[in-house]
T-cell receptor, first 115, second 113 residues
Framework: DSGVTQTPKHLITATGQRVTLRCSPR?????VYWYQQSLDQGLQFLIQ???????AKGNILERFSAQQFPDLHSELNLSSLELGDSALYFC??????????????FGAGSRLTVL | DQQVKQNSPSLSVQEGRISILNCDYT??????FLWYKKYPAEGPTFLIS?????DKNEDGRFTVFLNKSAKHLSLHIVPSQPGDSAVYFC????????????FGTGTRLKVLA
């Protein structure tokens, strides 16, 4: 158990629908990252939050949005789902102490299947 | 624009031999490089890191080498063990200016007993 909790583990839905993925970071970590891993692809960075505020944005589609709440958990909202959104979505957290290598602790992922 | 590339999708090595995983990057401003290991049905876990001001970092059987002029890093595993069979991701971190934490596409390592 990495300490990062992601729910749900698996989700099957239809095109056009909307889903919410939830992430609870490791205790004490202020920063949350979201990554998407499609088939045979690497980890594509979507977005990062630090202590409730958006810190960095990657290749996140306009149909996707995220937020980090005061209790530091984060939600990734995916709307108007398309077949190509089927992927494994990872959340990671870090203490985000700079300077230094910022080690990420990943959750086990949420597998989204869009039919 | 893939700023971090792992050009070998897979690698097979005999148990006890050396495994060498490679990673290339394009942005010379990256501050740190990290390797993560991923087993099936689990999230990636941190393995080893190196600062851009160093050229080598060692931790037990794992050594990371950084060649800044070539914008290339490699992970050496010696000796390789069957339990090392996993997908290995390299990642590059830029802490100044626009923060970036970018992963490569991964290399699947299979250590044969």
């Amino acid at each position: 158990d990495s300490g990062v909790t992601q729910t749900p583990k698996h989700l099957i839905t239809a095109t056009g629908q909307r889903v919410t993925l939830r992430c609870s970071p490791r205790s004490g970590d202020l920063s949350v990252y979201w990554y998407q891993q499609s088939l045979d692809q690497g980890l594509q960075f979507l977005i990062q939050y630090y202590n409730g505020e958006e810190r960095a944005k990657g290749n996140i589609l306009e149909r996707f949005s995220a937020q980090q709440f005061p209790d530091l958990h984060s939600e990734l909202n995916l709307s108007s789902l398309e077949l190509g959104d089927s992927a494994l979505y990872f959340c990671a957290s870090s203490a985000h102490r700079l300077p230094g290598a910022n080690v990420l602790t990943f959750g086990a992922g949420s597998r989204l299947t869009v039919l | 624009d893939q700023q971090v590339k792992q050009n070998s999708p897979s690698l097979s090595v005999q148990e006890g031999r050396i495994s060498i995983l490679n990673c290339d990057y394009t942005n010379s401003m990256f501050d740190y490089f990290l390797w993560y290991k991923k087993y099936p049905a689990e999230g990636p876990t941190f393995l080893i890191s190196i600062s851009s001001i160093k050229d080598k970092n060692e931790d037990g059987r794992f050594t990371v080498f950084l060649n800044k002029s070539a914008k290339h890093l490699s992970l050496h595993i010696v000796p390789s063990q069957p339990g090392d069979s996993a997908v290995y991701f390299c990642a590059a971190l830029l802490t100044s200016g626009t923060y970036k934490y970018i992963f490569g596409t991964g290399t699947r390592l299979k250590v044969l007993a």
